[in-house]
């Protein structure tokens, strides 16, 4: 598959290793260009890229960026991918990194915000991975100590594709539900950084409140 990837970040670097590693190709992109991105280009393969280079035929698109970038990202972002692409949300709202982000403290999951400002459906995985994991814990399927991820998304073909790509570089997926279940994997839910399996997974996704928990809001003087 051709894959894109927005941001090359602890995230986005470790996706570059695993999904070159696993044989698709990769073009990868940051805030201060390609010149920058020779290292990790060298050491996996990947093609270091600008934004809109990054997007151009791919089949996923993986937006991994702090989320108060998500706005600076170009108008028409997607214009040239492929039929019928899939975009990866990994973002997670950090008052204390991103600032107040209003509509996200009222309630709104963070990855129905991250769509509404990038324009197209996207599918919330790895949010709650950790980095190191991508690259250190890959099983293959039906081991017993494979990690599951939590895949939500409203369009059923996209979440197909993402939940694919995840079994191929090496753990489970649980179905979460759609976007605006998603809640269920922000910060601070029972399933977040959860390193454990299916089963383990799905209950800790029914476990969730809705509640934005008091760690992950903006503490903001009256
Ligand atoms: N770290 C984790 O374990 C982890 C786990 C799960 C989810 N997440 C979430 O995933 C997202 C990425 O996390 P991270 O830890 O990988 O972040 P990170 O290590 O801080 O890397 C962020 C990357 O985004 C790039 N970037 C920033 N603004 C950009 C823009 N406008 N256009 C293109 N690229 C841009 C940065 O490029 P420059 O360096 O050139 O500025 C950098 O490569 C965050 O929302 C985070 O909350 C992180």
Same mark, same amino acid.
């Given at each position: 598959?051709?894959?894109?990837?927005?941001?090359?970040?602890?995230?986005?670097?470790?996706?570059?290793?695993?999904?070159?590693?696993?044989?698709?190709?990769?073009?990868?992109?940051?805030?201060?260009?390609?010149?920058?991105?020779?290292?990790?280009?060298?050491? +996996?393969?990947?093609?270091?890229? +600008?934004?809109?280079?990054?997007?151009?035929?791919?089949? $996923?698109?993986?937006?991994?960026?702090?989320?108060?970038?998500?706005?600076?990202?170009?108008?028409?972002?997607?214009?040239?991918?492929?039929?019928?692409?899939?975009?990866?949300?990994?973002?997670?709202?950090?008052?204390?990194?991103?600032?107040?982000?209003?509509?996200?403290?009222?309630?709104?999951?963070?990855?129905?915000?991250?769509?509404?400002?990038?324009?197209?459906?996207?599918?919330?995985?790895?949010?709650?991975?950790?980095?190191?994991?991508?690259?250190?814990?890959?099983?293959?399927? #039906?081991?017993?100590?494979?990690?599951? $991820?939590?895949?939500? #998304?409203?369009?059923?073909?996209?979440?197909?594709?993402?939940?694919?790509?995840?079994?191929?570089?090496?753990?489970?997926?649980?179905?979460?539900?759609?976007?605006?279940?998603?809640?269920?994997?922000?910060?601070?839910?029972? $399933?977040?950084?959860?390193?454990?399996?299916?089963?383990? $997974? +799905?209950?800790?996704?029914?476990?969730?409140?809705?509640?934005?928990?008091?760690?992950?809001?903006?503490?903001?003087?009256?």
């Amino acid at each position: 598959m051709k894959i894109g990837i927005i941001g090359a970040g602890q995230i986005g670097g470790n996706l570059t290793r695993r999904l070159t590693a696993v044989g698709h190709t990769v073009s990868v992109a940051n805030s201060r260009g390609p010149h920058t991105l020779k290292d990790l280009a060298e050491e +996996t393969g990947a093609t270091p890229a +600008t934004v809109a280079d990054v997007v151009r035929d791919a089949q $996923v698109v993986v937006v991994t960026i702090p989320l108060k970038a998500v706005p600076d990202l170009p108008a028409g972002l997607f214009a040239g991918a492929a039929d019928g692409f899939a975009v990866i949300d990994t973002n997670n709202y950090y008052p204390q990194r991103d600032g107040f982000i209003e509509e996200i403290e009222n309630g709104l999951p963070e990855s129905r915000w991250v769509e509404r400002h990038v324009g197209h459906p996207v599918v919330k995985a790895f949010n709650g991975t950790y980095a190191e994991d991508i690259v250190a814990r890959p099983r293959p399927a #039906g081991a017993p100590d494979r990690l599951a $991820v939590p895949v939500a #998304g409203d369009d059923e073909a996209a979440k197909r594709t993402v939940r694919e790509l995840i079994d191929a570089i090496g753990f489970d997926t649980v179905d979460a539900g759609g976007l605006d279940e998603s809640w269920r994997q922000q910060p601070d839910t029972p $399933v977040y950084g959860l390193r454990e399996g299916a089963d383990a $997974v +799905t209950r800790a996704l029914a476990e969730a409140s809705p509640e934005r928990p008091a760690a992950f809001r903006a503490h903001r003087e009256p």
